[in-house]
C-alpha cells in the first residue's frame, strides 16, 4: 500500500527490503515505481573499518560514562535526602523528649511552689 502511495507524494522514501534490493530483477520491479525520485543505494557488509569500531566504542563508552555520573548523583542525593529526613526525625525525637521531660518536671515543680 505504501509502496504504491509513495511516488506520487515525492516525498523521501527507503525501501528496507535487503534480499528484494539485492537481487537485480527484484530491485528492478521495485525501482519502476519510483521513475521521478533520485536513485541513492548504499549497501555495508561484512565487518566495519577499525577507526569505525573505535568511534562507536568511545561513543558507547562515553553514554556509560553519562549514565553512571548521573546515577552517581542521584545516589548520592538520595543518602543526603536520607541522612537529613533521620537527622530530622532524630530533633523531633529529642524535642519530643525534652517536652515530655520538661512536662514531668513541671508539675513537680508546682507541687513544691504551693507548700
Known sequence: MIQSLAPQLQRDFVVMEVRNNLMLGERQKSLANFDGFKKVAMVVMGEPPAAYKAKMQEAILADKREKAVGEAKRK?????????????????RKRAAKANGEQKKEPAGEGEEKE
Open 76 to 92: 548520592k542525593a538520595q543518602e543526603e535526602r536520607t541522612r537529613r529526613e533521620g537527622e530530622r526525625q532524630n530533633a523531633e
